[in-house]
Structure formats: C-alpha cells, structure tokens
T-cell receptor, first 110, second 113 residues
Framework: KQEVTQIPAALSVPEGENLVLNCSFT??????LQWFRQDPGKGLTSLLL?????REQTSGRLNASLDKSSGRSTLYIAASQPGDSATYLC?????????FGAGTRLTVKP | NAGVTQTPKFQVLKTGQSMTLQCAQD?????MSWYRQDPGMGLRLIHY???????DQGEVPNGYNVSRSTTEDFPLRLLSAAPSQTSVYFC????????????FGPGTRLTVL
C-alpha cells in the first residue's frame, strides 16, 4: 500500500526566500506524481505533473523534481511571495489509485 | 468550460438520512473520482470510474455508492449518513487516471449530526 508523506507539515518564511517542500512515497511503481495547491476552503489546483519517465517539470517560479529510486519529490519555489501562502499537496498515481500526502501549509510573510 | 462542478456547496444531515452529492464535468474526461478530505489526513479515494458504466472502489468505499450513466456525471450517494462521514468531499476528473493531470471541483462540505 502506497504511503505518501510530506515534510514539514507547516512552514513560515519571509517574502523573497527560496524554499523547498518535500514529498516521499514508499512504492516507486508510480505512473506520475502531481503537486497541487489548496487555498483555505477551496478545491485543489494542479501546479505540476511529473510523469514517471521524467525527472523534473518547471512552471514559472515553480520547479518539481522526481527521484523514483529514492521515493522522493521536491517542489522548489523561487522568490516566494505572500500570494504563495497556501497548502501544498503531492499525490502519487499508482496502478489502483491516487494517494495524497497530508500537505505542507506554507505562510509567506511580507 | 465550467470544468468540474459540484453541488451542493454545503449540506447538513441528520444521522440515518440519505443524500446524493452531484458532480459534473464538461471536458469529456473518461476518468472521474470522489475523495474525502479530513483534517490532518490528506485526501482519500472513495470511488472512481474509468468510463461510463464502469466504477470501482477506492480506499474508503464503505457507506457510499456511485454510478456513471454518462461521461459527464458521477454522483456520490450516501445511503445512511453517519457522523463519521462528516468531511469535505471533492470530485475530480482527468482524461485518464495514470497519465493526465487531475482537475478538482470546489468541494462539498458535509456535516452529519
């Protein structure tokens, strides 16, 4: 059974700082790994999707990497802004289902 | 495109009542799924469908039924609501489960008294 863990559970940084969010998974037989953003009381917005054959994906200030052999993915946010404050979730797609981490709650202080 | 829509946004039920949460998508996606989100536990898959007429169970299916008569709609039925089903419910869709990004609806916040 796939287990997905996100560390840290919460993170507070000053504006402008570069930061890394971590996601680990126990079963490396994944189809893809996806990062989402969730604002309070809202649904999930897809940020980046990395297929199992890929190593990384980039979108603007966001860069996600995938290392299947070590069961890890990271989300790098460059030059953080207060508008980046949200909960970030990672999810792995395996043969039978999609498993989510509990998320990292990010606060970027002005 | 409206994307993935869910109704209602909020619902309060009494123990033992039944109800249906509606989900619709207008992107012609084959794969649709239902999740519940509880504090500190992330999202857990309840049921999913890989196409019209095909459904299967996820991680936490007990107490829920689904059907998929059309590509667009994927309703979730609570047969006899219990306080343990108090949660936020999200519907999602994608072209396929394995290879495509998932799009989520805004969620339904359900409270069972």
């Amino acid at each position: 059974k796939q287990e997905v863990t996100q560390i840290p559970a919460a993170l507070s940084v000053p504006e402008g700082e570069n930061l890394v969010l971590n996601c680990s998974f126990t079963d490396s037989a994944i189809y893809n790994l996806q990062w989402f953003r969730q604002d309070p009381g809202k649904g999930l917005t897809s940020l980046l999707l990395i297929q199992s054959s890929q190593r990384e994906q980039t979108s603007g200030r966001l860069n996600a990497s995938l290392d299947k052999s070590s069961g890890r993915s990271t989300l790098y946010i460059a030059a953080s802004q207060p508008g980046d404050s949200a909960t970030y979730l990672c999810a792995s797609a395996n043969n039978n289902d999609m498993r989510f981490g509990a998320g990292t709650r990010l606060t970027v202080k002005p | 495109n409206a994307g993935v829509t869910q109704t209602p946004k909020f619902q309060v039920l009494k123990t033992g009542q039944s109800m249906t949460l509606q989900c619709a998508q207008d992107m012609n996606h084959e794969y649709m799924s239902w999740y519940r989100q509880d504090p500190g536990m992330g999202l857990r898959l309840i049921h999913y469908s890989v196409g019209a007429g095909i459904t299967d169970q996820g991680e936490v299916p007990n107490g829920y039924n689904v059907s998929r008569s059309t590509t667009e709609d994927f309703p979730l039925r609570l047969l006899s609501a219990a306080p343990s089903q108090t949660s936020v419910y999200f519907c999602a869709s994608s072209y396929s489960r394995q290879y495509n990004e998932q799009f989520f609806g805004p969620g339904t916040r359900l409270t069972v008294l």
